[in-house]
């Protein structure tokens, strides 16, 4: 519905950006204060010190759960910030495969998939079910979906994970 990359591309920073900025800032705000009041309360894995830099450059980048080419980190405790990292890689994936033609779509889907790394990637067919659900459900005003679309959206997804299960991806 975007219709131009510099649209969706606006569209999509502004939804995440109003979420990541303020979220950083308080989390950095209250871990400094909790963890001034009672350390112990901050136990590993569920809180992770990092130099203010990385927080704020993994923060600000989105990438905080990108692990191709560099390991995962949490923002101090604010472990829900996954989902903004994993949300990036989707809208820069859709965006390149929307908007852009060729040699340079392969070539940047193939860059960010390896900037994102496999457990990224493994989830993106959940978002893309949610993506075309939304889409086919915001174009028919209100009609119900066909039997079929609704069966193929409701057994699919699971039918993914038991096979993944079964092949052991964790």
Request: proline share 6%.
């Amino acid at each position: 519905r975007d219709g131009a990359l510099g649209k969706f591309a606006f569209n999509r920073a502004t939804r995440l950006f109003t979420v990541i900025v303020p979220a950083i800032f308080l989390t950095l705000i209250f871990d400094g204060i909790g963890t001034r009041i009672d350390l112990t309360a901050y136990p590993w894995p569920y809180y992770a010190e990092l130099p203010l830099w990385e927080f704020l450059l993994r923060g600000l980048t989105l990438s905080p759960e990108w692990n191709g080419l560099m390991d995962r980190v949490r923002l101090g405790t604010n472990g829900p910030l996954w989902s903004l990292s994993y949300e990036a890689v989707y809208y820069a994936m859709f965006a390149v495969l929307i908007f852009l033609k060729g040699v340079l779509r392969l070539g940047l889907l193939a860059l960010v998939a390896v900037i994102a790394g496999l457990p990224i990637l493994l989830l993106l067919p959940a978002w893309a079910i949610g993506a075309l659900l939304w889409r086919n459900i915001s174009t028919r005003d209100g009609a119900a979906l066909s039997v079929p679309i609704a069966l193929a959206l409701s057994v699919v997804p699971l039918a993914i994970l038991v096979l993944l299960r079964l092949a052991q991806v964790p």
